[in-house]
């Protein structure tokens, strides 16, 4: 799938998760979509007694706010491909979602259907 193939609202959390990760300089930055449109966006958390990362985090926070199914997810990172633990925190509550993997100048290395 090329970029320009996404749709507004696919760009939108790329663009939330790019925007999450430099504001923090983080290693990666994450967003999430669920069923009613609301978004929630992450960084990797690094702290002694904490490691998260943004994946996790960002399917947390939508959890805790009553989100019941995901749509789709963005994770923008240096990483080749997203860890599978990651992914199958998505795949919890959004077995249907894509999962659209992003390099951190934005470029749509992946589109993974879960």
């Known amino acids: 799938m090329s970029d ?3 749709g507004p609202e696919d760009q939108k ?3 939330l998760a790019r925007s999450t990760r430099a504001r923090v300089a983080s290693a990666e930055g994450a967003a999430v979509r669920d ?3 609301r978004t929630y ?3 990797a958390v690094a702290l ?7 994946l996790r985090l960002a399917v947390a926070m939508a959890v805790s706010s009553g989100a ?3 749509e789709a997810a963005a994770l923008v990172s240096d990483a080749a ?3 599978p633990g990651d992914l199958a925190a998505v795949r ?6 894509t999962v659209f993997h992003a390099a951190p100048d934005g470029t749509l290395r992946a589109a993974l259907h879960l």
Do not use: H, K, M, N
Request: no cysteine.
């Open 4 to 6: 320009a193939r996404l």
């Open 13 to 15: 959390i790329i663009t």
């Open 35 to 37: 069923e009613t449109g």
């Open 41 to 43: 966006a992450a960084a």
């Open 48 to 54: 002694p007694s904490l490691q998260l990362s943004a």
């Open 68 to 70: 019941v199914v995901l």
């Open 81 to 83: 491909e997203p860890d």
């Open 92 to 97: 919890d509550i959004g077995p249907g979602a």
